[in-house]
């Protein structure tokens, strides 16, 4: 056979997964018995030459012992052992061959022709051979199996892979590795269901091999049978409990994937009897497993109508379980169906007084901006919540939020107040106290209030940029352009890549006019990260503007304001912020600068007028509407 077919046929690793060159086996560890003095005497110096690295010494006294005692095979296994040392392969394969001749019952020196053979590219007909005897001496020697696998499949002998994988697969093993071998072997010749008795041969002996019930389920589901498959993985899964872990997550997704089909939901919820263990876990984790590059691609809404269908069926199932009642709430309010939400809110209370279920009811009212009743449910938890509770840090969160979106900042403060002195400790607390000064634009009330938790911020570092952020905020609106700078750097020199401070210091460098190539590299780098997002394109827009780069400026210009009516096109008139329609405002009066730039005044008045209409009380753009008239095309 060719010298390159060898080296296909021989250059396989033992076992599917793992490479490893082919080794030499250790000589028998007995002396030949029965053997002359003297050749036993050549032996002993043969292993002592050997020890000591002199293998030439070995050769010879081995030879020497031969020459005494030619029927000794443990002589020639040694021989050639030493040989291979030398790497003189020809000679080890012909000493190999007379310790076989001598020994044929020996699966020891079958291994080690073969290794000659292997490694001498000789004759893959007489390895083969060498390996077919070894899996009849020694039917358990999986190693024989898998070289034999690899030379057929090399060769394409598709009867003789065939007839290999049935001789292991009747050979009783422990070995997971060596019956994946056999499994994987049956599914490249297309023979599933062989494949699938082999998985279950290891799950039969270990049940918690989860990648086992992976391949199980998987090879069903190639086939077409994919409620089996759901039912090969839900058998899985009961074995760990039906627990959400790293060990189980592959599992939890191909079922959900299954389940994404409403007839096999259908199916799953119309059993008998009902595995309600399982259907309140997968109703758990069904809304849990949505990917945030899917939110908008209607996969959040077909799992939360599933898991609603879940919830509804497991409260058929059991009537007195307010956590489910609790849960369809949430559930309910992600779906923005708040007055169902609070209808199952209000249905668990019935059941039970749990303050997570009033808080439920709360944001039931938070999320159709109906501020009043929302206050006085989050005053009663407020006033009735230890401040050691889990719970305490939540209300006070969602109360001070509440009175700051109904633009009752000072309220807002008392709150956060009060838990400052009822935990001192809880820096959050404070943050949000300065924070309420923000809303109010009293930059000079919140600057002390934010330099005072610089120093106890060290060892908090999310905090702590949280607060660099606003102070250098604080610092920029109330006139102090060089300590909003040093803040802002030092922001970045902590947190390189955080987009919104890089944004915010190219931004304030843009309408100062100066430092504009820095300003460029600040919000080049954080449209790296944001790229759609409406305010970096108009920062960008607007260096490139102060360059008087005027093409470049509107086309940033242009992205911007499609990226920011886009946004708020997605939230209902009433519930538009006034920093989102200020925002909006910014926008529009660059692009008519833009215009009026490019000589195109009739453009720069139609957006000018539009931000004036959503910024009434801006003077400037007020003041560029009545310096143009229908016959001064040039301006002031």
């Not at 009516?565 to 997605?570: A, G, I, P, Y």
Request: proline share 4%; hydrophobic share 40%.
């Amino acid at each position: 056979m060719k010298t390159r077919t060898l080296l296909i046929l021989f250059g396989f690793t033992c076992f599917a997964g793992g490479a490893a060159p082919l080794q030499a086996v250790d000589p028998p560890r007995a002396e030949p018995r029965g053997t002359d003095s003297r050749a036993l005497g050549h032996f002993i110096d043969a292993k002592r030459y050997k020890l000591a690295g002199q293998i030439e010494e070995a050769v010879a006294s081995l030879r020497a012992a031969i020459a005494i005692d030619s029927t000794a095979a443990t002589l020639y296994n040694s021989l050639a052992h030493n040989l291979i040392s030398l790497n003189r392969i020809a000679e080890a394969g012909e000493a190999a061959r007379k310790a076989v001749r001598l020994e044929p019952r020996a699966p020891a020196h079958r291994w080690l022709l073969f290794d000659t053979l292997a490694k001498g590219q000789r004759d893959s007909t007489l390895a083969t051979a060498q390996l077919e005897a070894i899996t009849r001496l020694k039917p358990a020697d999986f190693r024989a199996y898998a070289h034999l696998l690899q030379i057929y499949t090399a060769r394409r002998q598709r009867q003789e892979v065939l007839r290999t994988l049935d001789r292991a697969a009747a050979v009783p093993t422990s070995n997971i590795r060596f019956d994946l071998l056999i499994a994987d072997g049956y599914q490249r010749l297309n023979l599933p269901l062989r494949a699938a008795g082999i998985y279950r041969r290891i799950l039969h002996r270990d049940p918690e091999q989860v990648q086992i019930w992976n391949r199980l389920g998987d090879l069903t589901f190639a086939e077409g049978d994919t409620l089996k498959a759901a039912s090969i993985y839900r058998s899985g899964l009961a074995h760990f409990r039906h627990r959400l872990n790293k060990t189980t997550i592959t599992l939890w997704k191909k079922l959900i994937s299954i389940y994404d089909r409403h007839n096999h939901l259908e199916a799953l919820i119309s059993e008998t009897p009902l595995d309600t263990l399982f259907l309140d876990r997968l109703s758990i984790h069904l809304p849990q497993s949505i990917p945030r590059s899917d939110a908008e691609s209607g996969l959040d809404t077909l799992r939360f109508q599933h898991t609603e269908a879940l919830l509804d069926r497991l409260m058929e199932e059991l009537p007195d379980r307010h956590d489910l009642l609790g849960r369809k709430g949430s559930l309910l309010l992600s779906m923005d169906r708040p007055d169902e939400a609070r209808e199952s809110f209000l249905r668990a209370i019935s059941v039970k007084s749990d303050p997570m279920y009033r808080l439920g009811v709360a944001h039931t009212y938070l999320n159709q901006r109906d501020w009043d009743p929302a206050i006085g449910i989050l005053n009663g938890l407020f006033g009735e919540t230890p401040a050691d509770s889990d719970l305490y840090a939540r209300i006070v969160f969602d109360l001070g939020r509440t009175y700051r979106l109904s633009n009752r900042p000072k309220q807002a403060r008392q709150v956060y107040n009060l838990a400052v002195n009822a935990r001192p400790d809880d820096l959050r607390f404070r943050l949000e106290f300065g924070r309420t000064y923000l809303a109010e634009k009293n930059w000079e009330a919140a600057i002390p209030e934010l330099e005072s938790l610089l120093s106890r911020l060290e060892d908090d570092t999310e905090l702590l940029e949280d607060v660099l952020f606003d102070l250098g905020h604080s610092y920029e609106r109330s006139g102090r352009f060089e300590n909003a700078v040093a803040v802002f750097q030092r922001l970045l020199a902590r947190a390189p890549d955080n987009h919104q401070a890089l944004n915010y210091l190219g931004y304030m460098f843009a309408e100062k006019g100066v430092r504009l190539g820095e300003a460029e590299h600040y919000i080049q780098r954080a449209l790296k990260v944001d790229p759609k997002n409406g305010a970096y394109l108009d920062s960008m827009g607007w260096v490139y503007f102060q360059q008087q780069r005027y093409s470049d400026a509107m086309r940033f210009l242009k992205l911007a304001l499609k990226a920011e009516e886009s946004r708020l096109n997605k939230i209902e008139t009433a519930f538009r912020t006034p920093d989102q329609l200020e925002n909006l405002s910014i926008i529009l009066d660059h692009v008519g600068d833009a215009a009026r730039a490019l000589g195109n005044i009739h453009e720069a008045l139609e957006h000018w007028r539009r931000a004036a209409d959503l910024n009434p009380g801006n003077d400037s753009i007020r003041r560029k509407l009545q310096s143009f008239r229908p016959n001064n095309a040039s301006g002031p």
